[in-house]
């Protein structure tokens, strides 16, 4: 990590705690920096932020750096640290809303948490249209998105021959619901198309 | 015992096994799972990472279908199980939200259900009667029982089993007479949720357990979740060609061994399906 002017970043973003604290509904500002998140975290090896670092981060405001952060989208949510935070923190729930956060003010992931992103709307982009999720669908446009077009090929055929791949999509007689929802959803918080 | 049963999206396709499996260990204990009509996606593993009100509207739309079904619901998918219960912990606990989604939705659920994921619904069936059903104990075996992230973390949503030394699957592997092993990596995440978007990262991840396993004495893993199988069985392939590995560890769904315990016969559980090769613990079990 580069070096960081802290009462710089305090004074410029100092409502950024309160926000997430609101919008996560977690007691970001009880956290000591005992680090068990981070000791625990089965991700922390592909991380540019540690988990701990990232809820220092928050209290120290340093928004514009952790909305561009791999972490927020590298993070499993897998709740291990959640669950072992002594303060009750719930960690994971923290990356989620800061993840949401970033595709809400337009800040552009990069490298693999590009192909986090890319891999969520490519699933819900399923979802949207069908109801359900279609695999197939979804991993086309994926590898399209991502340029990476070969991604999963050499596991295609095996699946298909085991009958684990359906070529055609499931749709629901709800389709038009589940589409419903998605527009609700955008038409009071957006963050979804 | 009667259930809305929730399939998920992978009950027909890579998770196929879990869902053939399931229906006949259910028939055995007289469970009755009756399938939500007309279920839809619960918006796992991506609708958390782009919008807190998708995340609950989607899987709230089959809650409140169940709702009108009147029976709790029930599911094997682990991040299906995670999505229902979460979106049912929110709904019954704060009125705005439950009206907000119900808005979103267009259909009303009052927030009357208990979410069970089918360990929990299968776990706290009588022993007694499990055991009635064995005819053909799996002595010879030593299973690790993997449960992962979703099915018991974090706790103040799932609750039922412990979340860093659960136990509910290594009690129903024991009366269906095998081993359950001590090992450590009973609640480590695979990864499976990075699969697709990051494969190297996640072989590491399985990596982790797949050699937790092994060094157990373990003959296989046994897990409650479409996604943690197709990552261990699938991506096995993916450890060896990527990290030098040489795992050739079976990975089965609890309903599968249970399942041969009571007799039912390996092509009606799906065993013929997996990617690594099964026929080691098959022959171990007669």
């Known amino acids: 990590m580069e070096s960081i002017n802290i009462n710089q970043s305090i004074a410029k973003n100092a409502h950024f705690i309160e926000e997430i604290g609101i919008e996560s509904g977690q007691p970001v500002q009880k956290c000591y920096q005992c680090g068990k998140c981070t000791a625990g975290c089965p991700v922390a090896f592909a991380m540019d932020y540690t ?17 561009k952060s791999d972490t927020i989208w590298i993070c499993a949510s897998c709740s291990t ?22 595709g809400r003010s337009g800040t552009a992931p990069a490298g693999k948490a590009k192909y986090v992103e890319i891999m969520y709307n ?3 982009s399923t979802v949207e249209k069908y109801g359900r999720t279609y695999e197939i669908g979804l991993v086309m446009q994926n590898n399209l998105k991502s340029g990476k077009l070969f991604n999963g090929a050499d596991m295609g055929l095996p699946m298909f021959q085991k009958g684990k ?12 619901e589940i589409a419903r929802i998605f527009s609700e959803v955008q038409k009071m918080e957006g963050g979804v198309k | 015992m009667r259930y809305a049963y929730y399939p998920g999206c992978s009950y027909h396709g890579t998770g196929k096994e879990y869902e053939s499996s399931t229906h006949a260990v259910a028939k055995k204990l007289g469970m009755e799972l009756v399938e939500i009509p007309d279920w839809s996606c619960c918006g796992a593993t991506a609708a958390h990472g782009k919008s807190h009100l998708l995340n609950v509207a989607l899987p709230a739309r089959n809650l409140a279908i169940a709702e009108g079904m009147g029976m709790d619901v029930t599911t094997g998918c682990a991040a299906c199980y995670q999505q229902l219960a979460h979106a049912n912990k929110r709904m019954t606990e704060n009125q705005e939200i439950r009206e907000k989604v119900n808005k979103v939705t267009g259909k009303e659920y009052k927030g009357t259900l208990k979410v069970k994921s089918l360990v929990e619904a299968i776990g706290t069936i009588d022993p007694e ?12 075996l030593k299973v690790a029982a993997y449960y992962g992230c979703l099915l018991v ?4 949503i799932t609750g039922f089993d412990d979340p860093e030394n659960p ?21 480590e995440c695979c990864g499976a949720s990075l699969g697709v978007s990051n494969l190297g990262i996640a072989v590491k991840m399985i990596n982790r357990i797949l050699k937790a396993a092994v060094e157990s004495g373990a003959d296989c893993v046994v897990v409650a979740c479409p996604f943690c199988h197709l990552n261990l069985d699938w991506h096995q392939k993916s450890v060896n060609k990527q990290l030098g590995t040489t795992y050739e560890l079976p990975v ?18 799906g065993l013929k399906t997996h990617f690594t090769d099964t026929q080691k613990v098959l022959s171990l079990v007669g």
């Open chain 2, 252 to 269: 089965f769904y609890f309903t599968e061994l249970l399942g041969l315990a009571m007799g039912i016969s390996p092509d009606e559980l």
């Open chain 1, 51 to 67: 988990p701990n670092q990232v809820i220092r981060m928050v209290q120290l405001g340093m928004k514009d750096e952790l909305l």
């Open chain 2, 129 to 140: 009667l499990i055991k009635s059903k064995v005819i053909k104990p799996l002595s010879e």
């Open chain 2, 153 to 156: 973390r974090p706790p103040e």
């Open chain 1, 122 to 124: 490519a699933l819900l």
């Open chain 1, 165 to 176: 791949l359906k070529l055609s999509p499931s749709k629901v007689k709800g389709a038009a």
């Open chain 1, 81 to 102: 640290c959640s669950t072992r935070c002594p303060c009750k923190v719930e960690i994971a729930h923290v990356m989620e809303t800061l993840r949401i956060m970033a």
């Open chain 2, 167 to 187: 136990m509910f699957m290594d009690n129903m592997m024991k009366l269906a007479g095998a081993q359950a092993l001590d090992w450590a990596h009973k609640t």
